[in-house]
């Protein structure tokens, strides 16, 4: 198939599409983080316990990322994706049926399962589609799906806790998956390419150093990102003593700029050197995330803006990297390495120890620890000689 060189017409729709399809894949993991308190309070439950789901969910899905870089290889990128879509419906339709949290956590695992399916698949079908030349613009653009979800998902919570129980929203998102699926079948092109499909690649991507330190780098960066996310209702409402719904419209708005630098930092990744923006971006949210800790409120959200805007560039800005490191079929199983480190340790224990930090000392112990963590990962960036 002929790759895209601009972003107009069918182009811009296919991409359109694709960062949707991101956007619901993001979303309906983090839903449950705006309404955790109403389920600490449903289920009686403690800070730790609530955290637990989003470990359970991002070790579903930390695995499902590592053994469907593979699997995604044998049998399509493109099979791989609509078995991802159609689980997810299926998974988010029972949610609300769930009397227990045990059996949330349960489900959460399963989805954790199902939405990391899309990631390794959906990367080499995105760098078919477009030209090396306009990576950058296209990878940001893509990304912005999780950061516009950051934005928007407290939102779309409190509009639905207006209106109706928290579980009618896991209706709604199910039948956009249903929608998803449909015109991802009938629209889009598998890209897998011909010819042997052994799968000795695996060693050769597992064996590059710099994807373990890219590897160690996207941990802490995934944990200033989402890990603060899904605990940051808690932080807000039960240390700084915000309102739910005060602290749901604080915790959106903060979000705002992630989307706006995620679009310019597109530009500039294709405009400048890649090692520098990484690492310059990355040393800030270290900074930024250091102070949220401060004891005055005001100052705490300043600064969770300016954080919530640094740390969403890095991702596509690293996705580039995996790009230039790897070929089209060794990249596939790279962003699954990636995604399932980030998956387990960034997005699964990061949580869970902030809410562990939260029950045995406070919130803002453990996000002043992870700020000087995720500072110091940065000069792991230093050594990726492959993307100069």
């Known amino acids: 198939m002929q790759a895209y060189g601009e972003l107009k017409g069918k182009a811009l729709l296919y991409l359109i599409f694709f960062w949707f399809v991101w956007f619901m894949n993001y979303g309906c993991r983090t839903a449950f983080s705006p309404i955790m308190p109403l389920l600490e309070d449903e289920y009686g439950i403690t800070h730790a316990k609530a955290s637990s789901l989003f470990a359970l969910t991002s070790a579903g899905y930390g695995i499902s990322l590592f053994v469907s870089g593979m ?23 029972a949610v609300p049926f769930m009397t227990n949290f045990n059996q949330l956590s349960l489900l959460g695992f399963a989805l954790g399962i199902a939405t990391g399916m899309h990631l390794p698949s959906i990367m080499p079908i995105i760098t078919r589609y477009y030209e090396s030349k306009i990576w950058g613009k296209v990878l940001s ?52 390419p011909s010819g042997d499909k052994r799968i000795g690649f695996v060693v050769d991507v597992l064996k590059s150093k710099s994807l373990w330190f890219l590897g160690i ?21 039960k240390e700084l003593n915000f309102s739910i719904g005060y602290a749901n419209t604080v915790f959106g708005f903060s979000r705002l700029g992630g989307p706006l630098l995620t679009i310019a930092g597109g530009f500039i990744i294709d405009r400048f050197n890649l090692k520098k923006t990484m690492f310059y971006l990355v040393s800030s949210t270290g900074l930024t ?62 949580p ?12 803002r112990f453990g996000i002043f620890v992870l700020g000087i963590l995720v500072t110091l990962s940065s000069g792991l960036i230093l050594f990726l000689k492959e993307i100069d």
Not at 182 to 187: D, E, Q, S
Not at 352 to 363: C, K, N
């Open 217 to 237: 780098v996207w941990i802490f960066a995934v944990g200033a990102n989402l890990a603060v996310y899904f605990i940051l209702p808690l932080y807000l409402t």
């Open 71 to 93: 699997v995604a290889s044998l049998i399509g990128y493109k099979r791989s994706i609509g078995i991802s879509l159609g689980a997810c419906s299926l998974i988010l339709f």
């Open 141 to 192: 653009l893509h990304d912005t799906g999780i950061t516009f979800g950051v934005f928007v998902i407290p939102f779309i919570a409190l509009l639905f806790l207006n209106y109706f129980n928290w579980r009618v929203m896991f209706y709604f998102f199910a039948g956009i998956f249903v929608l998803c699926l449909a015109v991802f079948y009938y629209t889009c092109d598998d890209v897998l």
């Open 352 to 363: 869970y120890l902030l809410g562990l930090a939260g029950d045995l000392i406070s919130f």
């Open 289 to 350: 995330t250091m102070l949220l800790s401060h004891k005055n409120p005001t100052v705490v959200l300043i600064f969770l803006f300016l954080q919530a805007s640094f740390i969403p560039v890095f991702f596509p800005a690293g996705l580039v990297a995996i790009s230039r490191m790897f070929d089209i079929k060794k990249r596939s199983m790279a962003a699954g390495v990636l995604g399932a480190l980030s998956g387990l340790f960034g997005v699964g224990l990061l």
